[in-house]
């Protein structure tokens, strides 16, 4: 996956920068991504079987591309701040079925899908 621009148009004061530029180091971080429609091989992705499954169960092929995209990026983003690779991460489900990163409890995401972004 390529790395993307990270772009903000209604947020004055706030500066985004490209996603070479992040310093992975912030307390907080905020990304925002724009949605590639593209087919997936989810045999191919990084992705856990209970991700594979939950991907499976959505109807629309959109859908199922936007869920995937998204923990592709949250795997290759949370990757770089925990020194792994994506798929050495071990997510599981945690309160309200939001990703959790197995063993390490400090770490807390969230994501957000808002029309053609993911914010």
């Known amino acids: 996956m ?3 621009f990270v772009f903000n148009t209604t947020l004055p ?3 985004w920068q490209s996603l070479v530029a992040c310093s992975y180091s912030d307390t907080v971080a905020v990304f925002r991504f ?3 429609n ?3 091989d989810l045999q191919q992705t990084e992705l856990q079987a209970h991700e594979i499954s939950q991907a499976l ?3 629309r092929q959109e859908d199922r ?9 949250l795997r290759i983003l949370v990757g770089r701040y925990v020194k792994k690779k994506p798929n050495e991460l071990i997510f599981k489900p945690g309160i309200n079925n939001k990703p959790e990163i197995e063993n390490t ?3 807390h995401m969230n ?3 808002s029309g053609g972004g993911l914010p």
Do not use: I, K, L, T
């Open 38 to 40: 593209d087919p997936v």
């Open 111 to 113: 994501v957000s899908h």
């Open 34 to 36: 724009q949605f590639v």
């Open 13 to 15: 004061g706030v500066s």
């Open 2 to 4: 390529a790395d993307v």
């Open 57 to 59: 169960r959505y109807h």
């Open 105 to 107: 409890p400090e770490w």
């Open 65 to 73: 591309n936007r869920f995937v995209y998204a923990r592709r990026m």
